[in-house]
């Protein structure tokens, strides 16, 4: 993808080494973007050292952040700007789950106020702060990307016991179509990306068995989703904008979950 060689690209949720953050982190840097990694905990670093391992380590920047709190979200995208220059291309992918804080799925009436402001806070709220914070610079270079990593529950799908998280992703979509349309004019796209039952470390049992009734018979893959955010951060997706990309196997298009005789 020569659309993203030399763009700064800053990959959120990136902590996990078998994540979708991490793989599309991979991808970029790949393709010759310098890339920016970021995660809640100081694991992020670990992971930065590994995409050295791959080429220049002075194409590479990493730093934990609350991106929750807008005030660390600012001094990060000041120190990715001060370390690899301003920032074109931005992959919101953080969100769903934390180190640390464990979120189980309840039935919405069992939902708790502080349940509730935490779920949209980790998945919706960082994606606010952060396109926020890179916009004034993205609208100066009349130049930017911004990919959401939202989902198929919620646009699409739902799921007993995580109204919470399907509110987030749902509104995730709602507040891209609207930075599309203001963005347009400014050399700025903004789509998001809906994965599907994509195997990861934090995947249950569950999970990995839904993927397997999908029509291509197996979960997803971390990278398979980053590609397609590769695709949405390239110059060569100029006319791609307020758009969800489903990437799940063609599970939502079936009705029959089980395989048919």
Known sequence: MPGVKDRVALVTGA?????????????????????AVTSTTERIHERCKELAGEGSG???FAAPADLTDPRQVAGLVEAVERALGGIDILVNNAGMVQVG????????????????RYGLDISLTSAFLVTRAVLPGMRARRYGRIVQMSSV???????????????????????????????????????????????????????????????????GRPEEV?????????????YVTGQLIVVDGGNTIQEYKVALA
């Open 101 to 116: 804080r464990d979120q189980p799925s309840r039935p919405f009436h069992e939902i708790t106020d502080e349940g509730w």
């Open 58 to 60: 002075d194409s590479l």
């Open 226 to 238: 980053g590609q397609v955010a590769l695709f949405l951060a390239g110059e060569e997706a100029s």
């Open 153 to 219: 529950t919620g646009p699409v799908t739902g799921i007993p016991g995580s109204a919470v998280y399907a509110g987030a992703k749902a509104g995730m979509l709602g507040m891209t179509r609207s930075l599309a349309i203001e963005a347009g004019g400014h050399g700025i796209t903004a789509n998001c990306v809906g994965p599907g039952w994509i195997e990861t470390g934090s995947s249950s049992e569950a999970e990995i068995v839904a993927g397997r009734h999908t029509p291509v018979g197996r979960p």
């Open 15 to 35: 902590g996990s080494p078998d994540g979708i953050g991490f793989a599309t982190a991979r991808l970029l840097h790949e393709a010759g973007a310098r890339v």
